[in-house]
């Protein structure tokens, strides 16, 4: 399955915050450095999602807010977008 995200690193907590432009929201408490912020958005859909994070790829976006990313899972879509919203502040 594949997801749009636009992720705004530096927050001060990690969290699921509703949709920007049609994307998938997230706050990430990672600075953008190093990849850090990377590294937090792949651990921080897979907790959400119940999956391992190696089931997380990051497909486009490497140094952008904008990203698209992979997730391995037989859930459905709709169960993914429900669990992902579910968890929105």
Known sequence: MRLALYVQPGAAVSAV???HDGA??????????DGKANDALQSTIAELLGVARRDVN????????????SVK???S???ACAR??????
């Open 17 to 19: 915050v509703g949709e």
């Open 24 to 33: 998938l929201k997230l706050k990430l408490k990672a600075p953008p450095v």
């Open 58 to 69: 990051l497909l486009q976006g490497l140094s952008s807010r904008k990203k698209m990313i």
């Open 73 to 75: 899972t037989t859930m």
């Open 77 to 79: 879509v709709q169960e």
């Open 84 to 89: 992902l919203t579910a968890s929105a502040q």
